[in-house]
């Protein structure tokens, strides 16, 4: 287990495509999954579920099912060449786990209850009440020494994805989170400066002393 402060578990958490094969100790599955129930949720709900794949048979489907869509989606993009540089470098990293989702020793679906709301205030909270839950899972991860990355391209398929998994109707999976240990390394991601996306009082204020 590792002792890392908040504060480096906050600005050295980014997305581990690439991770080992070295199954994850079911109690640290546990603790991510803890964690992840400790975040806040619309009027308390809770309804949320975490789908904990692990049999190596079913990730290798669920992986393939990953694999197809990212191959006609990511990879199709690549294919036709008219990707900016940078975006092109993230999907070259994206197909890394295009092809190697299965072999990820753990696999997470984040479910919610019911069904996205149409109404934008509603559908807001009802997001709003799953992903902070998915940030803690990660941050939990990250103390733990392992590495996740947030995907949700499996949506394109949800129908195929729940009847692999049993997941029941009255239920949206919002969420697919591999997590093992990764290959290479935990460091700051490239973000914009705080200053850029910061806004005083009006848009378009930087200065909050303006």
Known sequence: MSDISLREALFSLRAMRRLRSDPVPPDDLRYLVEAATQAPTASNAQDWAFLVVTDAKTRRALGALYGEIGRAAIGGALERGDLPGDTARVYRNAM???????????????????AHPADGARGSAWYG?????????????????????????HKAREGDVKAL?????????????PVGYPVGRFGRPRRRAPGEVT?????????PGA
């Open 96 to 114: 890394v786990l295009v092809e190697r989702m299965g072999d990820a020793p753990a696999l997470i679906v984040v479910a919610a209850r019911g």
């Open 129 to 153: 009440s799953v992903f902070p839950a998915v940030q803690n899972l990660m941050l939990a991860a990250r103390e733990r020494g392992l590495g996740t990355t947030l995907t949700t391209l």
């Open 165 to 177: 998994l049993g997941i029941p109707d009255g239920w949206e999976t919002i969420a697919l989170v």
């Open 199 to 207: 806004h005083w009082n009006r848009w378009g204020r930087h200065d």
